[in-house]
């Protein structure tokens, strides 16, 4: 309005429901009639006075008469014309006045408050700011708008949940104003802002014409606009559930549901909403399934629509309900499901079961109880089933039931799949007795298969192509094959985006511990600690593995505090585990910890179990080597020779087989002579060669430093050093993307806050770090391949660099760069 009253007015004011246009409106009346003007809510009529100013709230109920003498009434300059409405889109009487009055002032459009708006009225309300959660509360339940602002701000003193129902509870109590047309069609629109007049038209059973009337209306309330918390819509459309009842609500719902069906435009979103009201429907389960069904490539979904599918009344899908439910790292429901069917009078349900449950099995470290079920089921009804079969089998240690599957015919057409799946069977029987190259060749074939997949369902497998083939190449002294498959497998398997794939959520924990343990042997130990930090919680299998990689990333580091923590964490778990072919890798690293810690004993039993699985296999040798290797540490770390020779004997028989072996079994003599104060630079500098050649390059550079430490002569010393930092220089720097998690303590060291006393050199913040790690010169020196006395003469550099006057200042000071500045 202008400042005078009395002067000609043109305005209009639209909103939906309680938007606050009668406030408006109430306001302008008692403005104009302070002036002295008349006031009247409707056309001027013969007998009105002819300066009275028109002021009419919800116009949009007027008669098309009515309208049109409004419209001719703005076109009067001398005449005030103040009219409040719904925006009606498709109301061509209405459409008209709002174009006109359009013409002389912008209409003032109300809707809802902006959270800042809503803490500003809240603040007023309850006399003091309000709590940003508050803030949030309110907004999703009132989405805003001023009319449940107020009851829900008064039951703001209850908590959260007297909001929404205060909020809840004015709702309805508006809603029960509106006719019953509006209420069905605002149900109907409330399911989905998908559906438009044409739905409508089709569920509600009206004429084309009237249906777009209804939605126009429903539209212009303002409840269901898109911008609205979905919680919001949702409380609209059980308000209005309520009001009509149960009876016209499942009607409404079955008839949308119907007549999606004919149109072919039922959405996944469309037939959860309806499931979940409790619709029970043959036509709704089988739709579900069909949806659910073309989600295979996202477990989590398909999950979802497989539950929802149940509920609607679906029989004959647990089978698939379980191996989504496992995909989305849902083991205990799987499983249940999956032990349900045990019993099916279905072949194929009953062996799907046990693939289900045998994957599971081996996830949670439970080789012997996989291998059981499949003994259980029988000869394999198909390929994948068989592979399935084949890795519980060789995890178990029976050689027998491996074969037995591998040599038995295909059946089924030759697809994909099956070709991947098959792939896996001969290649892994293959790792028992022939060369590392031909098996591993054989089994990289199922790679680029979706062996998880088949025929558009997902399925859950003991273990992927990708993590078979990367611990293959582990065990073979293959690191380029390994770290190439598992890390493509990384990223291709990253949950949560829009590439996700049918077995992310299962393995995606597997496939980055194994990418660390691959950089961990490597001696890219922040790389593969970065993989161990993503990974978080854990199923069994995959939890051993990561105390294993988190207990050997410590010992590397000379963290003896961390290593003692994450062993006994791994023990445990380890506890819980059956003897597992493919969990040698963490055995191997934990039984040299044991060593070190003179803990032997405890994993005795363990390594018991271990060896009489590889003996039950006929000690194949591509499995065998590793653990020989870790045994041979554990005996030089145990300082007992009679402990090293059985497992340098056993790497020197298969020297012969494979040159893995031969590599190890030259490293193992190599180490001893060096122990023994032997040390002949051309034969450690092959040696360690050898061994970095093979993915061992952390064991390369410890033999060098080794070397060094053992020998009086400084030029051999300095020889060995050189060597060590040559072959630490040759490590390639990983790519883990998304999952780079830096050391605090080296980036406060190396990037915080610049400190005019603290400009250390990138030597002197490793020293310093190590330091701070509470590691003597000597063991600094060997982690660094200097010598101990360069570490001291660092050290007093360090001290002078930071102007301390002693040690122990010193390590004040030190603990305080790598402390994190405080935000300012």
């Not at 005078?4 to 639209?14: A, E, F, G, I, M």
């Not at 001398?78 to 459409?95: F, G, I, K, Q, Y």
């Not at 929404?164 to 069609?185: H, S």
């Not at 007992?640 to 079994?665: E, I, N, W, Y």
Request: glycine share 8%.
């Amino acid at each position: 309005m202008d400042a005078d009253p009395r002067s000609p007015t043109k305005l209009l004011v639209t909103g939906g429901v309680g938007t606050g246009k009668s406030t408006v409106m109430a306001a302008v009346r008692g403005s104009l009639r302070a002036s002295g003007r008349p006031v009247v809510s409707r056309p001027l009529r013969s007998g009105d006075a002819v300066d009275s100013a028109v002021v009419v709230d919800d116009a949009h109920l007027l008669g098309a008469d009515d309208l049109d003498r409004l419209t001719e009434l703005v076109a009067d300059p001398a005449t005030t014309v103040v009219v409040a409405a719904e925006p009606l889109a498709h109301h061509p009487s209405l459409r008209g006045l709002a174009t006109a009055l359009e013409r002389e002032n912008p209409a003032v459009a109300l809707g809802p408050l902006s959270p800042a708006e809503v803490g500003r009225s809240a603040a007023v309300l309850l006399g003091t700011p309000p709590a940003v959660e508050l803030v949030r509360v309110v907004m999703s339940a009132t989405a805003g708008l001023p009319f449940l602002l107020g009851p829900a701000l008064t039951a703001a003193a209850d908590g959260a949940a007297a909001v929404r129902q205060a909020a809840r509870f004015a709702l309805i109590e508006r809603l029960r104003r509106l006719d019953g047309r509006l209420l069905d069609t605002l149900l109907v629109s409330s399911l989905s802002g998908d559906l438009g007049p044409d739905d409508v038209a089709a569920a509600l059973r009206m004429p084309s014409d009237a249906a777009l009337t209804a939605v126009d209306r429903a539209r212009a309330t303002g409840l269901i606009e898109p911008s609205h918390p979905p919680g919001f819509v949702r409380t609209v459309h059980d308000g209005i559930a309520q009001i009509v009842g149960a009876a016209r609500h499942h009607d409404i719902e079955v008839s949308v549901l119907c007549s999606q069906l004919d149109l072919s435009t039922l959405t996944a979103e469309l037939a959860l909403r309806i499931a979940e009201h409790g619709v029970r429907d043959d036509r709704l389960a089988t739709a579900l399934t069909d949806l659910a069904a073309r989600t295979a490539g996202h477990p989590a979904r398909a999950a979802q629509l497989y539950r929802a599918a149940s509920d609607a009344g679906a029989t004959a899908l647990s089978a698939r309900l379980a191996d989504a439910l496992a995909l989305t790292g849902d083991c205990v429901t799987a499983g249940r499901l999956a032990d349900e069917l045990f019993t099916s009078p279905d072949s194929d349900e009953r062996a799907a079961a046990v693939r289900i449950a045998a994957s599971i099995a081996l996830h949670d470290g439970s080789a012997a109880q996989a291998n059981d079920l499949f003994r259980w089921l029988g000869p394999a009804p198909d390929a994948v089933v068989g592979a399935a079969a084949t890795v519980a089998a060789l995890a178990a240690g029976d050689a027998s039931a491996a074969r037995q599957t591998a040599e038995a015919p295909i059946s089924g057409p030759p697809t994909s799949t099956a070709r991947a799946a098959r792939s896996i069977t001969e290649g892994l029987v293959m790792t028992l007795d022939r060369p590392y190259p031909v098996a591993v060749a054989r089994l990289s074939q199922s790679i680029d298969a979706d062996y998880g997949a088949s025929g558009g369902q997902a399925h859950v497998v003991p273990d992927t192509p990708a993590a078979l083939v990367t611990l293959a190449a582990l065990h073979g002294g293959d690191p380029v094959r390994a770290r190439s498959v598992i890390a493509r497998a990384v990223r291709n398997s990253r949950p949560g985006d829009q590439t996700e794939r049918a077995d992310a959520i299962f393995v995606t924990h597997r496939h980055r511990l194994l990418l660390g343990w691959a950089h961990m042997q490597d001696g890219q130990l922040q790389a593969a600690g970065a993989a161990v930090a993503a990974t978080q919680p854990l199923h069994r299998r995959d939890a051993l593995w990561a105390s294993a990689l988190q207990t050997a990333i410590a010992r590397r580091s000379g963290d003896s505090g961390a290593m003692q923590k994450h062993w006994y964490s791994a023990m445990e778990v380890l506890a819980e585990c059956s003897a597992d072919l493919f969990g040698l890798l963490p055995l191997g690293e934990l039984w040299v910890a044991a060593a070190r810690m003179r803990q032997i004993d405890q994993l005795q039993h363990a390594l018991d179990e271990a060896f009489a699985l590889l003996a039950g296999l006929g000690e194949p040798v591509l499995w065998s080597v590793p653990l020989h290797w870790a045994g041979v540490h554990a005996g030089i770390l145990a300082n007992s020779p009679d402990a090293v020779a059985p497992h340098g004997q056993a790497l020197t028989a298969a020297a012969p087989h494979t040159p893995f072996a031969k590599a190890l079994a030259t490293a193992g003599r190599t180490w001893l002579r060096v122990l023994a104060n032997s040390v002949e630079t051309d034969e450690v500098a092959a040696a360690a060669r050898a061994l970095a050649q093979f993915g061992h390059t952390w064991d390369a550079t410890r033999l060098a430093s080794q070397a060094a430490l053992q020998t009086t002569d400084p030029r051999v010393s300095q020889a060995m050093l050189q060597l060590a930092r040559d072959l630490k220089q040759t490590v390639v720097s990983p790519e883990l993307p998304d999952t780079d998690a830096p050391d605090d303590r080296a980036a406060a060291l190396s990037g915080g806050p610049a400190r005019a006393a603290a400009q250390l050199s990138d030597r002197e913040r490793e020293v310093a770090e190590l330091l701070l790690n509470g590691m003597p010169y000597r063991d600094i020196g060997a982690q660094l391949f200097i010598s101990a006395k360069t570490v001291e003469h660092h050290v007093a550099r360090i001290r002078r660099r930071l102007g301390a006057e002693s040690r122990s200042e010193m390590l004040s000071m030190l603990r305080a760069l790598s402390d994190p500045p405080a935000p300012e």
